[in-house]
């Protein structure tokens, strides 16, 4: 089974300054997605970035950008210039391809972000 | 163009009741789910629906049952509802290739 571990309940960040959140998942599979969603208030589930397990390259998306490091199972998310509107759930998730058109989404437990003006 | 849509938002019901949260995507996606997320925010996958197959029925109780009509749809129905089923239902699709769209959540509260 696959696991997601994310080991800061909760973070806060001056705004304009820089956050890393923190995941690492446990997986022996080869072929797999990651994922970093952002829940505010509202409750909707909003995808932040993705990485295909393949790719060697880090995610990067306007002010968000990932450290995926394979080996180690890492998956941090890094925002810059943190914004008011950062302020959010994080859950970082991942995806695994089970065969037969299947899939597997497993959630960590969230990372609950403030933003301080 | 809502992508993947849940109805009702919010469902207030009492005790015993029997209740169905309808979930529709028009993404062409082949798989659907149902995440249920509790108060403490975890979401955990319920079911998973590939091609209108059930693949992944995790500890569930047998009161809540999913119902796909077509590739398009996974209704989630709950009977005898108890007050631990109080939570936030989340219907999401996807594909091999692509991330889980989710829906804006349904708010089960049970009294």
């Known amino acids: 089974a696959q696991t997601v571990t994310q080991s800061q309940p909760e973070m806060s960040v001056q705004e304009a300054e820089t956050v890393t959140l923190s995941c690492t998942y446990d997986?022996?599979?080869?072929?797999?997605?990651l994922f970093w969603y952002k829940q505010p208030p509202s409750r909707q589930m909003i995808l932040v970035i993705r990485q295909e397990a393949y790719k060697q390259q880090n995610a990067t998306e306007n002010r968000f950008s990932v450290n995926f490091q394979k080996a180690a199972k890492s998956f941090s998310l890094k925002i810059s210039d943190s914004q008011l509107g950062d302020a959010a759930m994080y859950f970082c998730a991942s995806r695994l391809y089970s065969g037969a058109g299947s899939y597997q989404l497993t959630f960590g437990k969230g990372t609950k972000l403030s933003v301080i003006p | 163009d809502t992508a993947v849509s849940q109805t009702p938002k919010y469902l207030v019901t009492q005790m015993g009741n029997d209740k169905s949260i309808k979930c529709e995507q028009n993404l062409g996606h082949d798989t659907m789910y149902w995440y249920k997320q509790d108060s403490k925010k975890f979401l955990k996958i319920m079911f998973s629906?590939?091609?209108?197959?059930?693949?992944i029925n995790e500890t569930v109780p047998n009161r809540f049952s999913p119902k796909s009509p077509d590739k398009a749809h996974l209704n989630l129905h709950i009977n005898s509802l108890e007050l631990g089923d109080s939570a936030v239902y989340f219907c999401a699709s996807s594909t091999r290739r692509t991330e889980a769209f989710f829906g804006q959540g349904t708010r089960l509260t049970v009294v």
């Open positions: 629906y590939n091609n209108k197959e059930l693949i």
């Open positions: 997986t022996s599979e080869s072929d797999y997605y």
